[in-house]
């Protein structure tokens, strides 16, 4: 049902961008599996349709596989070819068919709910099964399940069904194969889903090509029908089902200064992130996913400064093996093309584990996690360390341990890797000999011993997310402490300068990859503090780049000088805001980044 006047909904900012256009609702959880108890004659001829209906599922399938490898966008194509191809290997499995087989014969079941049930026996099957492909994607056995049940009801595949250009895609949830065809298609203007987060596929597959999203909407479907007007605001999160005519010209116009200013900042990117008076700073990314890294590369990023494994988990019943880490290692690697990649090892603990492997505790943040939890479980610990070093020889690696709270840790941590280097060598496989072993520097132990571990590591790396959590005790998820979260307090600031100072006294590179350094506002701060590397998620880089170059170091330290003879944080705040408008007057009020001096 269509309301009849506008409405707003408010849901993840997925992707940033802003789209106007028709709506084109997938319904690809809409299929109904009709059952049906067989007579004994229609066992061969169910049996004869199931068939026909998996090869036709094939068909398709090659179908798709080859217009996504002609598709004019080669970003992220090899990884969708990849998706569609072990959608096709699951249309051959044994676990899949033999068992339809098995529920059509013996149970006399229709063809369409043999399907379904043998579908949701293999995702029940998870944990104990052993087939690989199978163990990966729950939701793409939902999607080969339906496939096969559309075929066998006469149903146009989905993708036959192809959106007109700058269609708003709108769906309960998109599985990747969805994602891979629509986006290579450059058909769609934006999408919008029920479900999903910052973290989902289609969100980062969007991000890395680009087109705007919001996801988490919860009930988009039910609101829009076929050609509904809908605006998008990838970067605020926000939707407009049936927009007045004054709202889409205002969106229209918010559009064209978007592309405009995006533009205007994608100039920059081949320039150095150079002061006026010649202080180079590298602007780095931060990845979750392969994916990521054109998007990095295309906003001007010159490095991956935190790569987060422990999204190899996502969604995951177990562990990914040695060899599949290898491959995703050595394909960011690879991907850089000798620019630096600091991996970071497992950030895994609390409910950052698969669910059968999770440990119950009061206060995980507090508890078993990252390298204590690394450390406590050194199978796990040296399979990741194995295939890193593995991994070495595709680029320029250098290797980061989190949540080191003091020397002995990363003594026992690079134990480790030592051993694991030794292993590796008796067993002649070949690796780099010199690589960097750094360490985030996110608890306020670490920033307190700054100048012990900075002897015994190549490099920082400073996590204000977490830095500054435990700096003011205040849980980075806990909305009721929220404000009390201030990358300005004279307390972080302090440690900020401890580990810096640390740093340049030892000779080592500082760099900073929680979410202050990728806010244009803290720029100058920070390279007045001396921090060598900011990492950010790649469309802050550009931003963040205008400051930088506009900017002069020596006015950075003299800034910091002064902030840190301030006492409150919305002293500190307001100066640096003060300070920011003297020297870049214009250079940030258009993007929203400075408002009036906070409380
Ligand atoms: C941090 O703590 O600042 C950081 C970058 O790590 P994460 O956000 O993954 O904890
Ligand atoms: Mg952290």
Redesign the pocket.
């Given at each position: 049902m269509t309301p009849v006047g506008t409405s707003i909904l408010v849901g993840i900012a997925a992707s940033p961008g802003i789209a106007i256009g028709r709506a084109w609702p997938l319904e690809r959880r809409a299929v109904r599996t009709p059952k049906r108890k067989l007579a004994p004659e229609e066992v061969e001829p169910e049996l004869a349709r199931l068939r026909n209906a998996l090869e036709l599922s094939d068909l398709q399938l090659a179908e798709v596989r080859e217009k996504v490898e002609r598709a004019p966008a080669a970003a992220g194509s090899a990884e969708h070819t990849a998706i569609i191809d072990m959608h096709r290997m699951m249309l051959k499995d044994e676990m899949l068919v033999l068992e339809a087989q098995r529920l059509i014969r013996e149970d006399r079941l229709n063809a369409e709910w043999a399907v379904k049930r043998a579908t949701r026996k293999i995702k029940s099957a998870f944990h104990e099964q052993a087939d690989d492909y199978f163990k990966e994607r729950r939701a793409d056995v939902d999607y080969v399940g339906e496939r096969i049940i559309k075929n066998l009801l006469g149903q146009t595949p989905d993708e036959d069904e192809v959106p007109p250009d700058g269609a708003i895609i709108v769906a309960h949830d998109l599985s990747p194969a969805d994602t891979a065809l629509l986006l290579h298609e450059r058909k769609v203007a934006a999408f919008v889903t029920d479900t999903g987060a910052k973290t989902s596929h289609t969100a980062i597959v969007a991000r890395a090509l680009e087109v705007p999203a919001v996801v988490g909407v919860g009930r988009i479907t039910s609101l829009v029908d076929r050609g509904d007007w809908v605006a998008v605001d990838g970067g605020r999160g926000v939707v407009v089902i049936n927009p007045t005519a004054g709202e889409r010209a205002d969106y229209e116009a918010a559009r064209e200064r978007y592309l405009e200013e995006e533009e205007a900042l994608l100039r920059t990117r081949d320039l150095p992130a150079r002061t006026e008076d010649d202080v180079t700073v590298r602007l780095a990314g931060?990845i979750e996913f392969v994916e990521e890294v054109p998007s990095l590369l295309s906003h001007g990023g010159e490095a991956v400064g935190?790569y987060?494994t422990e999204f190899l988990f996502l969604g995951r019943s177990e562990l990914p093996g040695e060899e599949e880490q290898y491959r995703a290692y050595a394909r960011v690697l690879e991907a850089l093309d000798g620019r630096p990649v600091t991996i970071r090892t497992f950030?895994l603990g609390g409910d950052k584990l698969p669910a059968g492997m999770r440990i119950p505790a009061e206060n995980p943040a507090l508890g078993l996690r990252a390298i204590r939890y690394c450390l406590r479980q050194p199978e796990l610990f040296r399979t990741q360390l194995r295939a890193l070093l593995r991994a070495s020889v595709h680029g320029n690696l250098r290797v980061m341990f989190?949540m080191i709270s003091g020397v002995a840790e990363l003594r026992a941590a690079k134990r480790h890797l030592a051993e694991v280097r030794e292993e590796l060598k008796r067993d002649g496989v070949p690796m780099k000999d010199e690589i960097p072993v750094g360490i985030?520097i996110?608890l306020p132990s670490a920033a307190l011993l700054a100048d012990r571990l900075a002897a015994e590591s190549a490099f920082f790396s400073i996590?204000?997310?977490?830095?500054i959590q435990y700096a003011i005790g205040i849980d980075r998820q806990n909305k009721d402490v929220a404000y009390l979260y201030k990358p300005l307090h004279l307390s972080v600031l302090r440690m900020l300068k401890l580990v810096a100072d640390a740093a340049r006294t030892a000779g080592i590179p500082v760099s900073m990859?929680?979410?202050m350094a990728g806010d244009p506002v803290n720029a100058l701060v920070l390279v007045g503090l001396g921090v060598n590397e900011l990492s950010m998620n790649g469309p802050s880089i550009p931003l963040v780049k205008r400051v930088v170059r506009a900017a002069r170091a020596a006015d950075g330290r003299a800034l910091v000088e002064r902030l840190l003879s301030l006492t409150t944080a919305d002293d500190i705040e307001r100066e640096v805001r003060a300070e920011m408008h003297r020297r870049f007057p214009g250079l940030l009020e258009s993007e929203g980044n400075i408002g009036p001096a906070g409380g």
């Open positions: 931060n935190l987060r950030d989190p985030m996110e996590g204000t997310n977490d830095l990859c929680g979410e």
